[in-house]
């Protein structure tokens, strides 16, 4: 399903384009530019796929870009397939977290040297 309202007639004229109005819009576009068929439910993966590339922990903004009620799909669709990702967003967080660490031990050790003491 593509909400209405969220596409805009433009040319002046008022309110959204209506769902049918959008698939054919969908449809022709990419068939005439990237020369695929493309339908709704891969235009709706695709914009949940390159959101959660750009915002990996965004399943709410996901389930709301949908227009589901629940995070169900989401979960169920999308969330498995990133299981790399979040494992590498984890060693990044861990290993900023050491060179952080790191540069305080530095700066400690630094300080107790320039005041002669040792703790």
Known sequence: MISDGYFRRGDGRPGPLSSSQVRNLLNTT???????KFHPHL??????KLSLDHTPEGLE??????GDKSDHVVMAHYVPNRMKQAAARQDQLVNEMAD?????AAAGRRHRKRSGGSS
Not at 43 to 48: E, G, H, P, V, Y
Not at 61 to 66: E, F, I, S, V
């Open 30 to 36: 990419m068939a005439e530019r990237v020369g695929v």
């Open 43 to 48: 235009f709706r993966s695709l914009a949940i």
């Open 61 to 66: 903004h996901g389930r709301q870009l949908l």
């Open 100 to 104: 952080r660490l790191a540069a305080l």
